[in-house]
């Protein structure tokens, strides 16, 4: 049995790549703060650390355990956080990703697949995004995401080092078996809030901006869902074990959903009106963000299956109404 390590794995995507991960046969061991994980997303099935990024110690001690790969998902994501406590993200992101590579060249841990993100692009030059796209982001979150993956690329360089970097777009949903119930903490993305709004816990959203060159005026992202994220790892660490190359690859769907059709596809799936008022645009935010996923498909054989943007919308409300 092939072993893996999922650091953040008690995370809101972390926890949906173990299940993955279990359920193609592999051993799993989940090291987590749960500074934003939950115990209830841990499987019985996998072994757990409770343990921080920043103790270099419990990490390489952990990794003499004996793993085939490493997955990294244990990076701080809040763009607006990072603008205003860039030191934060320094430390927790580029530094703790440092200790986790220097474990496992120090333990003989040869492979990664690190949680990356489509920040790295910054505003998109032409659409959809592919992997050629210059990199120029625009938050200290998306710049510490990027300097992560070339401390990589400098260590596949020098030393016996693979790595898969997947730089996703809009994680969204949550497992259609109902088996992982933690939420995200404090949700920043555009549909925990509606399911918030949806179930009275805030009373309306802000929808930023209704004049962008968009055919209902809204902003457009690709939305992807969770267990398609999580089977793209299981796809990049079978890569990994038998290739030993490294790559840094797109995960999106091709298309796109503006800010209303996803209020729209909410209130079809939750037979609720969802209370919104329109507000100013924010400051950076491009109209369009949608990538091409052909280089996905290409090298690990993956696209996909969550293609509607309402069975991914029901996943979510099922959760809420559990």
């Not at 092939?2 to 991960?21: N, P, Q, W």
């Amino acid at each position: 049995m092939k072993k893996v390590l999922v650091i953040g794995g008690a995370g809101y995507i972390g926890s949906h790549v173990v299940k993955a991960l279990l359920a193609d046969g592999f051993g799993v061991t989940v090291y987590d703060n749960l500074s934003t994980g939950h115990r209830c997303n841990l499987f019985a099935d996998a072994d757990f650390v409770e343990g921080d990024i920043s103790d270099y110690e419990l990490l390489e001690g952990t990794m003499r355990g004996g793993f085939d790969a490493v997955v990294h998902l244990a990076a701080k994501k809040a763009v607006g956080e990072s603008m205003e406590n860039p030191q934060l993200y320094a430390r927790n992101n580029i530094n703790g990703s440092v200790n986790i590579f220097n474990a496992m060249v120090d333990t003989g841990v040869k492979n990664i697949v690190f949680s990356s993100t489509s920040a790295v692009y910054g505003m998109p030059q032409y659409l959809p995004i592919d992997e050629k796209h210059p990199i120029n982001p625009m938050s200290f979150y998306g710049f510490t995401k990027y300097e992560i993956e070339r401390v990589m690329e400098w260590y596949a360089r020098l030393k016996d080092f693979n790595y898969i970097a997947l730089r996703y777009f809009n994680a969204v949903g949550y497992a259609a078996d109902g088996s992982i119930t933690g939420r995200e903490k404090n949700p920043q993305n555009l549909l925990p809030i509606i399911m918030e709004v949806a179930t009275g816990v805030r009373e309306k959203l802000y929808v930023f901006g209704n004049d962008y060159d968009t055919p209902d005026g809204t902003c457009i992202r690709d939305y992807i869902h969770v267990e398609d994220l999580a089977s793209a790892h299981v796809s990049a660490i079978k890569k990994l074990l038998t290739e030993h190359k490294s790559y840094a690859i797109n995960l999106g769907t091709n298309t796109g959903t503006s800010v209303l059709e996803m209020i729209q596809s909410a209130e079809r799936v939750t037979g609720r009106k969802i209370n919104y008022e329109m507000a100013p645009r924010r400051a950076g935010d491009p109209s369009t963000v949608v990538a091409t996923n052909g280089y996905a498909k290409e090298i690990l054989g993956w696209e996909p299956k969550y293609t509607n943007i309402d069975d991914i919308v029901k996943t979510t409300w099922n959760l809420e109404i559990k």
